[in-house]
């Protein structure tokens, strides 16, 4: 005696005969999409075509095949409600007591040089419907092969547990808010300003008085920088915007109490610790000639006291998560400061757009992930606290602009060399930043080192320990030379470039 139908409508066919033929063994019958049907009868496994339920044939080239009450009825109808059971029985509509489907290979098309027309054709819509209604009602519903074998052990038990069945549900949506997303992606990076960006207002000048700018918000985004709270100060610059983006990119990389100081998008003073003043004062230190007429962001509250400290010296800008009422007086009365809160530290944005000669680039946010393995190369091995300085470093130079280095000690930026065409320049500009404090430090550089002679620099100059990517043909001479001087070198195998 059938228990019911399980219907099948699947794009992707791998290991759909084993299930099926599991499904028949305890009394479910087969309804099946068109191609699905013709592959289910090619290997001998009996369906029922979905026209044959329906009364209607496949139509508009198959884009309309399972949107029919008849369907949907069955599959959405209250197991629990007598008055459903009634409704569904009089109008001669089967019960749908299973789903298995999966849609459209969007994302795998996306990536041939397909047209608009062609790609519009891989957007799923009764599939879609289909796994939405299984899940909202209760039933099982499979959309992934890896799905099938747990399924098929269940199967042989004849009972569905409510927990299975919800996981089943939970797995579905996802399933249909990644498809919706992957189709989203690919109208945005298609026609990206005509889709997601709003115009939100005129700025003052662009880079120099003579260019006009202004400000468009992605739409959606739940951190934009148009929404940025000024309490107080003139309006926000073309080049104010771009230090501001420069700083929160860097401090987003700690989770501790930080403090960067920002000057022409570079951190000139960067420190990480517990204590919000000293965490402030080491940063000042970082670079204390640079940061005059910077941008200083913290990532927690300021009081009374820090801000007594910051009044003294000279800022286009203070960020901080907020102000309490003593600081925003202390404050207030540095009439040209601008004053900005920002609460979404916690928050990255997940691409990057840059505009170039008639054309806008676009590319996903280089945001910290540690899916990368630290490889010791040198005879000197480090210990926890080289590893966690070392990372610290890493991060720090990041966000630097390239060629890129970093000395770092005690989690906080003693000097940085940036933007030079030679790495050897930038090693010579870090430290002779870094001073007399270099002695024990950590350098970190976000591409890998051709030659030795920038290993060699650092090494005199006092470096305790390299962090790099790797990967040069110099590599055997680098090592080497880490080994001469007896210092640590780590391999990230991952670079960090910031043009």
Not at 187 to 213: S, W
Not at 360 to 384: H, M, Y
């Amino acid at each position: 005696m059938s228990k019911g139908l399980a219907l099948i409508s699947v794009s992707d066919k791998t290991g759909i005969c084993d299930l099926c033929r599991d499904i028949q063994k305890i009394g479910y019958n087969i309804v099946a999409t068109n191609s699905t049907y013709l592959y289910l009868k090619k290997n001998n496994i009996k369906a029922i075509q979905i026209s044959e339920l329906t009364g209607l044939p496949e139509i508009l080239d198959g884009r309309v095949k399972t949107l029919h009450p008849t369907v949907f009825a069955g599959i959405l109808y209250n197991r629990n409600k007598t008055e459903h059971k009634n409704q569904i029985n009089k109008a001669g509509i089967n019960s749908i007591d299973i789903v298995v489907c999966n849609l459209y290979p969007f994302a795998e098309m996306s990536k041939k040089n397909l047209s608009y027309e062609e790609m519009i054709e891989y957007i799923d819509i009764g599939g879609v419907s289909l796994i939405r209604a299984a899940a909202k009602a209760n039933i099982p519903i499979l959309t992934h092969f890896e799905q099938y074998k747990k399924f098929r052990n269940v199967l042989k038990k004849s009972i569905f547990q409510l927990e299975y069945i919800k996981k089943l549900s939970a797995t579905a949506f996802y399933t249909t808010f990644s498809y919706d997303r992957t189709i989203h992606n690919y109208f945005v990076e298609n026609k990206i300003l005509e889709k997601d960006f709003t115009f939100n207002k005129n700025l003052r000048y662009g880079e120099n008085p003579h260019q006009k700018a202004s400000i468009y918000k992605e739409k959606n985004t739940i951190n934009s920088l148009c929404d940025l709270e000024i309490l107080q100060g003139k309006e926000l610059s073309y080049n104010n915007y771009l230090d501001i983006d420069a700083a929160l990119s860097a401090i987003k990389e700690f989770k501790q109490k930080c403090c960067v100081i920002v000057k022409h998008g570079n951190s000139c003073g960067l420190c990480q610790g517990k204590d919000s003043n000293l965490v402030y004062q080491n940063a000042l230190k970082g670079d204390l000639l640079s940061s005059f007429g910077g941008i200083c962001a913290v990532n927690f509250n300021i009081e009374e006291e820090l801000a007594l400290k910051m009044k003294e010296h000279f800022y286009e800008i203070i960020i901080a998560r907020d102000f309490s009422d003593k600081a925003r007086i202390i404050l207030a009365k540095k009439k040209n400061l601008r004053l900005v809160i920002y609460k979404e530290f916690d928050k990255k944005t997940k691409k990057s757009y840059i505009s170039i000669e008639g054309s806008l680039l676009v590319q996903d946010k280089d945001n910290w992930n540690e899916d990368f393995e630290l490889n010791i190369v040198s005879k000197k091995k480090p210990d926890k606290k080289d590893i966690e300085e070392l990372l610290f470093a890493f991060k720090v130079v990041k966000n630097i602009k390239s060629n890129a280095i970093a000395i770092t000690k005690d989690k906080k930026l003693l000097g940085m060399g940036a933007g030079q065409p030679s790495r050897i320049d930038s090693v010579e500009l870090a430290v002779k930043k870094a001073k007399n404090e270099i002695k024990e430090s950590y350098l970190a550089s976000d591409g890998f080192f051709p030659f030795a002679d920038g290993v060699e620099k650092a090494c005199k100059a006092g470096i305790k320990a390299i962090i790099q990517p790797g990967g040069s043909k110099g590599d055997k001479e680098v090592i080497k030379k880490a080994d001469e001087f007896g210092i640590i070198m780590v391999f990230t195998g991952k670079r960090h470039f910031k043009h």
